[in-house]
């Protein structure tokens, strides 16, 4: 019984690699490439400032020219959320505001929209992002985008704060 027992185990096996082995093609075979260079010294990456060249996954460093300016998404958004911004710039006359902020690609995440709320001390922005409602299961490519949108207020800011509605 031991032997045939063994007999069965050793066939079930040669026909297992038999079968695996003859479903191979030229095509489906691996290709094996030099392997990447050695980096001498790595830097750990913990977030868009904390790469080496000081200009982020976007490459934008901050820079409100290279900005990528944004409309809101035309189909609406799923998974919406609030979303802090990194900096605002008035315009010369202070009666519009440019808010920029980090973000990721569409249609993975697009913006929703921009609150604006004015008081006579302060004014509070709030940007809302989230999944592109027409296509919320996309796959995306993990990359930081540097994103700009100007929001028109009321009257000249002055002396009002301007506050990060996302951060409250």
Known sequence: MKHRLGTAALAMAALLAATACGLASDSDAAVVSDPLPAVDDPMPVDGPDDIGDGKGSGGADHDPAAAKKVEAYPGGTV???????????????????????WSGVAPCTVLDRVEVEETDDAVT??????????????????????????VELEGELGARSVIDGAAQ
């Open 79 to 101: 998974q919406t959320r609030a979303r802090p911004w990194e900096q605002v710039e008035p315009n010369g006359d202070q009666t519009e505001l440019t808010v920029f902020w």
């Open 125 to 150: 922005i709030t940007i809302y992002e989230g999944a592109a409602a027409d296509n919320p299961d996309a796959m995306c490519i993990q990359i930081a985008e540097y994103h700009a949108y100007t």
